[in-house]
């Protein structure tokens, strides 16, 4: 039988042989292209044949069955190889001959012991070869529990437990955290570890919260195993959804009054409780870390950036995103976390203390719980895409949600430089402060926290105070905080010009900053940057960067970019009503210089410039896209009569409110 396959198989390769030389000898007629496919297919079918053949070969000469994968991971002590060849010299293993069963055909059965780790088999028959990579586990780990999928109830505690080698150093990972497993002292080889787990509690869905890791140490050896997933069944606590959890007036929406919604960024945003919609308002304020009201169970869905956001609508009216990307790089940050309980049914507000320190009027309140907050500047009129005309508001409206009871009074006094006085308003679900402006559009920025008292705490900017003076700008900036938005950086490039890294939007943004910061200074003003070189700097970062120093002015420099070339021009905007005459300023003044042939003012949603501390000015220096605009922007002279002319507008505005 050997000899007559071995017959076949070389009248096979002999008539492969001579449809190769017969190809290589033709000649080409008047149809080459024609005969290059058709050879170049042929050749494709005779190495396709050739590799068939081979493979038949080697499986005709040397077979192997068993194992039936030549990398194999195993904690047996062997490993058994059956196979059988047709090549009259036999088989080699790892250089040694073995020993086949004549009987059966050339056959072979072959156990093999196996050391610790790697391990490798190589079987020779002629010309042919087989390697087999065995590895072999220490066997640190005998048995673990859970192994299949565990259904428990929310906040119950079960226990886990692992046999292994009994000096052995065992940990055990679930739902982000990781213990180690104790275990009696033992003369036996191996011991049993058994350590425990608490599970969530007030969640109001099933929590799917994963496997469950085991990991063993021993000696130079490690050994890992896992569970089947552990499912944490909801919350027993039934959510509900009684109407009188829902004070009537106002935007009070019922979301039920079983789920409670808490914001944990450092701020969250708001929008319309109505509607499916993330639109940026200037009417619809922030609330600060730690606010928390009842919200919806179900989530409306928004795309945002290329990104699906889910909002929760709370029961105040307002929504909130679950979760929102902070970026560059894009990281996901969570603004509000979800979970079972009771909230007061009303809150209280007393009045603790009214203070000025020069720079902020700081209104501090007691309250019983963290409840939310409406903020808005009254009564300002608004055009469809949220541009202001004119600047009409003379008080704010601080209304507080749900509260029944307001106790003290504010007592304005006469030097405040922005109150005149304060009245308390006793609507039918809530109280509303209201803080009358001593001149109308008289507002310059706020912000809102709660202290390490837990006290909810108001902070209203004070307009800066200058001295005029005989120098180039007119007055001396002393004791005034501006804080420089130098747009993009590092990984993110902004607008693109080609011609290497210094025609980036982020480089010219960051000499433009650098020639402002020099003017500002020149005159005394106190100036941050959010970068002095090309760094990576986040929305978050930045917008945390502006909280945290409270500055009396920000501007924000950035250059444009639009596939239409011919688009040029300057472009200055704001975001909430007392932005607006920092913004115009800047835009006349740099317009002025003639630098430009267009000029852009009007409202934008620009991230920082929704910071509510202090007015905020976003400027766009020309377009990078545009030939006219780039030749400036690229010039040094030009650059320094922009920052002159953005300097003068600053001071403008600071003139303008004392």
Not at 231 to 240: D, F
Not at 357 to 383: C, G, M, R, V
Not at 502 to 531: D, F, Q, S, W
Request: hydrophobic fraction near 30%; glycine fraction near 6%.
């Amino acid at each position: 039988m050997k000899k007559s396959l071995i017959v076949i198989f070389c009248a096979v390769l002999g008539v492969i042989a001579a449809l190769t030389a017969a190809f290589l000898i033709a000649k080409p007629t008047d149809k080459t292209n024609d005969i290059a496919v058709q050879g170049s297919n042929i050749v494709s079918e005779i190495e396709s044949t050739s590799q068939a053949v081979q493979s038949t070969k080697e499986e005709l000469f040397l077979k192997i069955s068993e194992p039936d994968s030549k990398k194999v991971t195993t904690k047996a002590e062997s490993i058994t190889f059956k196979g059988n060849t047709n090549v009259p010299t036999g088989v080699e293993l790892n250089g040694e001959q073995i020993k086949l069963r004549k009987d059966k055909d050339g056959s072979f059965t072959l156990k093999q012991s196996l050391k610790y780790g790697d391990n490798k088999f190589t079987f020779k028959a002629g010309e042919f070869t087989k390697t087999y990579n065995i590895y072999r586990k220490y066997t640190i780990i005998k048995n673990h529990s859970p192994k299949t999928e565990q259904t428990y109830s929310a906040g119950a505690k079960f226990t886990v437990s692992v046999t292994a080698r009994a000096k052995a150093t065992v940990t055990a990972k679930f739902n982000e955290k990781t213990i180690t497993l104790k275990t009696n002292p033992t003369d036996e080889d191996f011991a049993e570890f058994t350590g425990s787990f608490t599970l969530p509690s007030g969640h109001f869905k099933d929590l799917d919260l994963g496997k469950i890791k085991f990991k063993a140490k021993y000696k130079d050896y490690t050994d890992t195993v896992y569970s089947k997933n552990i499912i944490c069944k909801k919350e027993k606590l039934v959510v509900s959804y009684d109407e009188d959890a829902t004070p009537s007036g106002s935007d009070y929406i019922n979301v039920g009054s079983g789920i409670i919604t808490e914001i944990v960024a450092f701020q969250a945003e708001t929008f319309k409780g109505t509607g499916k919609t993330d639109a940026s308002k200037p009417y619809y304020n922030y609330l600060p870390k730690g606010t928390v009201d009842y919200g919806s169970s179900e989530y409306e869905t928004v795309k945002r950036d290329g990104e699906k956001l889910k909002l929760i609508t709370l029961r105040c009216g307002r929504k909130v995103y679950k979760a929102r990307y902070d970026k560059p790089p894009k990281t996901k940050v969570t603004i509000a976390k979800q979970y079972v309980g009771t909230l007061p049914d009303h809150n209280e507000i007393s009045v603790a203390t009214l203070t000025d320190n020069s720079t902020h009027t700081i209104l501090t309140l007691d309250t019983l719980w963290k409840a939310p907050f409406n903020f808005e500047l009254k009564k300002q009129k608004y055009k469809s895409d949220c541009t202001v005309s004119d600047i009409t508001y003379n008080y704010v409206d601080i209304t507080f949600c749900y509260a029944t009871k307001f106790e003290g009074e504010v007592s304005i006094p006469k030097s405040n430089p922005l109150f005149s006085k304060a009245k308390i308003i006793k609507n039918k679900s809530d109280y509303t402060l209201r803080l009358y402006l001593k001149k109308q559009g008289g507002f310059y920025g706020w912000d809102a926290y709660y202290n390490s008292s837990n006290q909810l705490c108001f902070e209203f900017l004070n307009p800066a105070k200058i001295t005029l003076c005989d120098n180039e700008y007119g007055a001396d900036l002393s004791g005034v905080k501006i804080l420089i938005d130098v747009g993009h950086g590092g990984i993110d490039s902004g607008a693109v010009k080609l011609g290497g890294y210094k025609h980036r939007e982020a480089a010219r943004n960051l000499v433009l900053a650098k020639k402002l910061a020099a003017e500002l200074k020149a005159i005394g003003a106190t100036v941050y940057m959010t970068r002095t070189d090309d760094s990576t700097r986040t929305a978050d970062y930045k917008c945390k960067q502006l909280k945290s120093l409270k500055p009396d002015y920000c501007i924000a420099i950035h250059h444009d970019f639009n596939n239409t070339s011919s688009l040029n021009g300057f472009g200055a905007y704001y975001y909430y009503p007392f932005s607006k005459n920092a913004a115009e300023y800047v835009a006349d003044h740099t317009y002025n210089t003639g630098i430009y042939k267009n000029k852009r003012f009007k409202w934008h949603y620009y991230f920082m410039s929704r910071v509510s501390v202090c007015p905020v000015v976003l400027t766009e220096n020309g377009y990078i896209s545009n030939r006219y605009d780039y030749n400036s922007i690229k010039s040094s002279d030009a650059n320094t009569k922009k920052a002159k002319a953005m300097t003068k507008g600053i001071v403008e505005y600071f003139v303008s409110i004392q």
